[in-house]
């Protein structure tokens, strides 16, 4: 029986398998792949990230898997979402469903007031941080975003996190562009007004707007997981059978 591909694009935090925990049952019924974007390793040192190179890693894992099927379903969160985006208006005919969790997509909605505001209050940190060290980027940005004090790093996988973290590319400069013609997801956890403004965008441009509990994670929630997988069954549905 042949299945279908679903990809996963993780966030700015915890990469491959481990930033879809919920998912991991999807296997079950399609191919699933848990990509790891580009700087995100665990044993070579974090590289700046690169909205292009994501795209790439994308694009290869949707190509002929060597049983003449190409293409399948994207499911990205955060900052991957930005990727996964460049991906299907680059090749829409490889991605046959979008799902975009918390989507990063700032650079379409630059000039509605919650984006606005919040790259007001990030963009002189951005301007800097190849001034200040992994440490402390990553605790003035935690202290920016979530209005909190974060601890040193002690662990080594710990201080990689914190420099991968100041190695984004800030997601406002993205080159982003509305994807004509590929069924849309955009889920959100309904905690944070600049991803409800993201998602009020997506949605005016045709996209499907679910929210569930869970935060900036709302994936990891029963809601969440649930509108992923019926998404991609509905779409699926939609397709042209293949042979294996």
Do not use: N
């Not at 990809?7 to 935090?13: C, D, Q, S, T």
């Not at 590319?169 to 991803?195: C, D």
């Amino acid at each position: 029986m042949f299945k279908q591909r679903v990809v996963f694009v993780h966030g700015a935090g915890t990469y491959g398998a481990a930033a879809w925990p919920r998912q991991h049952g999807m296997a079950l019924s399609y191919d699933a792949l848990f990509l790891r974007r580009h700087g995100y390793d665990a044993v070579a040192e974090p590289q700046e990230s690169s909205f292009a190179e994501d795209t790439a890693i994308i694009l290869r894992s949707l190509a002929d898997d060597g049983r003449g099927a190409a293409g399948g379903h994207v499911v990205a969160h955060a900052q991957g979402a930005i990727a996964a985006m460049m991906a299907a208006v680059e090749r829409p005919d490889l991605v046959f469903s979008l799902t975009l969790v918390e989507p990063a997509c700032l650079s379409l909605t630059a000039e509605l007031p919650a984006t606005a505001a919040h790259i007001s209050l990030m963009q002189p940190l951005f301007d800097v941080r190849h001034q200040l060290s992994d440490e402390d980027f990553q605790r003035e940005f935690v202290r920016r975003i979530y209005a909190t004090d974060l601890q040193q790093p002690a662990t080594a996988e710990e201080k990689r996190s914190a420099r991968r973290l100041r190695l984004q590319a800030p997601s406002w400069e993205a080159p982003l562009h509305i994807v004509p013609g590929v069924p849309t997801l955009v889920l959100t956890g309904g905690w944070e007004p600049l991803y409800e403004e993201i998602a009020g965008y997506l949605r005016e441009t045709g996209a499907l707007h679910r929210v569930a509990a869970g935060g900036h994670r709302p994936q990891d929630s029963l809601d969440g997981d649930r509108a992923i997988r019926q998404f991609i069954s509905g779409v699926s549905r939609s397709q042209p059978a293949r042979a294996s």
